[in-house]
């Protein structure tokens, strides 16, 4: 499998402009994940799906993100409007569960996104 | 949620035996203990994960005393590629709380020749 793909992988844009990232789990995982890192906050969980629903998206910023999952095997983050203080990398991670025996979340390579 | 305190910082050595210790006093029966590794412009790794005594892969150790207040990685003749920041969690990880996963600062650990 070639693990979790995200695009673009790197992203700069206008402050109002809108940013979609893209993420394509591993097949056969349910579980999906958004996150955030910045050097202040470190890594954050945004948020996470189950079988394409969405389960808990506490930890998205505000109005201004919005996270869908059509299917199995994609998954967008949309930030509308973008603001430079959403400059960071974001990263997608899958998970089958405990299906091996423990659970373990992997991680694509990330998006740097830079807001201007 | 169980909180998890551990080094920002540590220096070692080419071949010599790394050990990180992290705490988390208000673990839950039910959670788990998961260590992951990043490096610099990649996502984190999964390292290990256990429940309680010892657990061991190809790469890591992990030691967890009786009252899983703590746990300590150990990393064998560690190389330069093994620096990194490694991030200990706490959580059941189980159902609803697979978003239960804090990743916190991290240990930055530092190998050097």
């Known amino acids: 499998d070639a693990g979790v793909i995200q695009s673009p992988r790197h992203e700069v844009t206008e402050m109002g402009q809108e940013v979609t990232l893209r993420c394509k789990p591993i097949s056969g995982h349910d579980y999906l994940f958004w996150y955030r890192q910045t050097m202040m906050r470190g890594l954050e969980l945004l948020i996470y799906f189950n079988n394409n629903v969405p389960i808990d998206d506490s930890g998205m910023p505000e109005d201004r993100f919005s996270a869908k999952m059509p299917n199995a095997s994609f998954s967008t983050l949309k930030i509308q409007p973008s603001e430079p203080r959403d400059s960071a990398v974001y990263f997608c991670?899958?998970?089958?569960?405990?299906?091996?025996?423990?659970?373990?979340?992997?991680f694509g390579p990330g998006t740097r996104l830079t807001v201007l | 949620l169980a909180k998890t305190t551990q080094p920002i910082s540590m220096d070692s050595y080419e071949g010599q035996e790394v050990n990180i210790t992290c705490s988390h006093n208000?673990?839950?029966?039910?959670?788990?203990i998961t260590w992951y590794q990043q490096f610099p412009s990649q996502g984190p790794r999964f390292i290990i994960q256990?429940?309680?005594t010892k657990v061991t892969n190809e790469v890591a150790s992990l030691f967890i005393p009786a009252d899983r207040k703590s746990s300590t990685l150990s990393l064998p003749r560690v190389s330069l590629s093994d620096t990194a920041v490694y991030y200990c969690?706490?959580?059941?990880?189980?159902?609803?709380?697979?978003?239960?996963?804090?990743f916190g600062k991290g240990t930055k650990l530092s190998v050097k020749p």
């Open positions: 969690l706490v959580g059941d990880q189980y159902g609803g709380s697979q978003g239960n996963l804090i």
């Open positions: 991670a899958s998970s089958g569960g405990w299906d091996r025996g423990y659970n373990e979340q992997f």
């Open positions: 208000n673990i839950a029966t039910n959670d788990y």
């Open positions: 256990g429940y309680k």
